[in-house]
């Protein structure tokens, strides 16, 4: 399955803690975003990254939050000092071109994120 | 601000029949949209898109409609079987600032038996 990867599926953590989210995205696709989906709710955006750089991070909260993509590796998705509100399911998804071109992404299933 | 919106958050429909889902978008510089279907527990999967230069576009018993004029995107779903059971989203490609997706807040398709 050469489909977007995620992981963990399901991740818990306590107040206060750390959550690192992973994303390989499809073979041959250099554009990696994030969206995060609370319950019964859409998809809304949060970053969106090339190899190496952020390209739109306007989605994100500007504090405990942030993302990257390495030349080699998986991107990340990085929460620090999780609060109960960080509970939402973690989507990533990839494409070849970039937005510009207009095409479809391709989804992973997601990362499951709880705080107790 | 730009939003994609839908008409119904809840559509039931028998087995068999043909299901039709809404879907407004406020801005009318996009060019770009896609539905998208996504079962409990998994991510959202690419059904069908369609760019502004049309106004249909029709797939395995998918079309999606597009009226440019109203800002209006449906989805059809010919004779909908069990398995299409889940929540449809649309997207729209924004392209104020750097191009990204606009998704709403889904709709609900229940296939009753």
């Known amino acids: 399955n050469a489909g977007v990867m995620q992981n963990p599926r399901h991740l818990v953590r306590r107040r206060g803690q750390e959550a690192r989210l992973r994303c390989s995205p499809m073979k041959g696709h250099s554009h990696v975003y994030w969206y995060r989906q609370l319950p019964e709710e859409g998809l809304k955006f949060m970053v969106y990254l090339q190899k190496e750089n952020i390209i739109d991070e306007s989605g994100m909260p500007k504090e405990r939050f942030s993302a990257e993509f390495p030349k080699e590796g998986p991107s990340i998705l990085r929460i620090q000092q999780v609060v109960r509100g960080d509970s939402a399911a973690y989507f990533c998804?990839?494409?070849?071109?970039?937005?510009?071109?207009?095409?479809?992404?391709?989804f992973g299933d997601g990362t499951r994120l709880s705080i107790l | 601000g730009e939003s994609v919106g839908l008409h119904l958050p809840t559509l039931s429909v028998q087995e068999g029949d043909n299901s039709i889902i809404n879907c407004a978008y406020s801005n009318s510089a996009s060019d770009y949209f896609i539905w998208y279907k996504q079962e409990s527990g998994k991510g959202p999967q690419f059904i069908i898109d369609?760019?502004?230069?049309?106004d249909k576009r029709q797939g395995q018993r998918v079309t999606v409609l597009l009226n440019k004029t109203v800002k209006h995107l449906s989805l059809q779903i010919a004779a909908t079987q069990p398995g299409d059971s889940a929540v449809y989203f649309c997207?729209?490609?924004?392209?104020?600032?750097?191009?990204?997706?606009?998704f709403g807040t889904g709709t609900r398709l229940k296939v009753l038996a």
């Open positions: 997207a729209e490609l924004s392209r104020s600032g750097t191009y990204k997706y606009i």
């Open positions: 998804a990839s494409s070849p071109w970039g937005d510009r071109v207009g095409q479809p992404q391709h």
């Open positions: 369609i760019r502004s230069n049309m």
